[in-house]
């Protein structure tokens, strides 16, 4: 009889100790924090009837390139940890943000496979994923490999060029028109121009290069860019004249011998100015020669004297190298676009 009640005082200790044991592992599970622990633990017992587990907890089996949005917006996203949680235990992903080659620190957490982060300033920054495994106990994983990812908050800078040149005055013909965007940032995602309200056309790229055509004075450009971060640029305006109709011929062209007889002596010659409808008459010219006789075709090879004369200039006077010489010229206009009038008749005189 007392050897029995021995027996089973034995094993009631037996039992007492086991429990003893689960107790001490639960307090010591539950006494672990969140940190980059490894996430691995382990339990042994004297006790032949029970059972220790272990888990490893492994961060994200990878990060995606992080994209630039705008307004600094950072997206991240990455693949699940490859450990399975378990029943009872929850799993959330905590994401760390520092710069280039750490240190990291947490800016926030989440259970989903993507985070969005906008920095307190634009630049470059790196991002690493954390998993981490609640219940019983927190364990963290260690983190996954580092991923590069840019805020940019910076439109890009554009600029508009007629003919490779400025976009101001008078054109007299088609005019290649480039819209060009400078992007410091994420860089040029596309440039965007709609002509005389046509309708938006985007392009792909840093510039856009596009055909102005027809003549009016009110041809308009509206442009902008977009960064590949989606920062756009406020949208401008630009106005290309085209002037295609050249100006009327001076009238009434004519020309008179010189008072005589002294030197200087010289040819005057009278007009009624041209008129251009568009741009406008800029300038008018006289072209002349000495000649014993005057050349029947008016052009500048043939009258290489030029004399440029003001948009309302009615008169001139030429002055000749000897007593009698005969004067021959024509006048032409030109408008504001660099049209240039047919020729006026050829008239001649003596100077005297």
């Given at each position: ?207 856009a290069t596009l055909n102005v055509s027809g003549e009016s004075a009110a041809h308009t450009v509206a442009y902008f860019g977009t960064d590949v971060a989606g920062n756009a640029s406020a949208s401008a305006n630009q106005t ?113």
């Amino acid at each position: 009889m007392t050897m029995r009640t021995r027996s089973a005082v034995g094993s009631l200790s037996d039992r007492l100790l086991a429990i003893a044991f689960v107790l001490m592992v639960t307090v010591a599970l539950a006494g672990i924090t969140a940190g980059e622990t490894g996430a691995s633990f382990t339990g042994t017992s004297t006790n032949p009837t029970n059972q220790a587990t272990t888990m490893t907890v492994q961060p994200p089996a990878g990060q995606n390139a992080p994209t630039s949005n705008a307004a600094g917006v950072v997206n991240l996203s990455w693949s699940a940890t490859p450990t399975a949680p378990g029943a009872g235990h929850t799993l959330t992903y905590l994401v760390l943000r520092g710069p280039v080659g750490g240190p990291y620190t947490q800016i926030g957490s989440t259970s989903a496979l993507a985070y969005s982060n906008t920095p307190p300033s634009d630049g470059t920054y790196e991002f690493v994923i954390q998993a981490q495994v609640a219940g019983g106990g927190t364990f963290t994983s260690g983190n996954s490999a580092a991923k590069t990812g840019l805020s940019d908050r910076v439109a890009p800078t554009m600029s508009i060029t007629c003919n490779a040149g400025s976009c101001a005055g008078w054109f007299k013909a088609t005019v290649s028109v480039t819209v060009s965007g400078v992007d410091v940032g994420s860089g040029m995602g596309s440039v965007t121009r709609n002509v005389d309200a046509a309708g938006q056309v985007s392009t792909g790229g840093a510039s856009a290069t596009l055909n102005v055509s027809g003549e009016s004075a009110a041809h308009t450009v509206a442009y902008f860019g977009t960064d590949v971060a989606g920062n756009a640029s406020a949208s401008a305006n630009q106005t290309v004249k085209i002037d295609l109709t050249a100006p009327t011929t001076p009238g009434a062209f004519a020309a008179a011998n010189g008072a005589c007889c002294s030197a200087p002596y010289t040819v005057s010659f009278s007009w009624t100015a041209g008129t251009d409808a568009l741009s406008g008459v800029a300038s008018q010219t006289l072209h002349w020669v000495a000649a014993g006789t005057c050349p029947t075709t008016a052009t500048p090879a043939n009258f290489p004297n030029a004399v440029p004369l003001g948009a309302a200039a009615t008169s001139t006077t030429v002055t000749g190298s000897a007593f009698l010489q005969r004067i021959c010229g024509y006048i032409e206009s030109a408008d504001n676009a660099g049209n240039t009038s047919a020729p006026s008749a050829i008239k001649n005189a003596f100077a005297l």
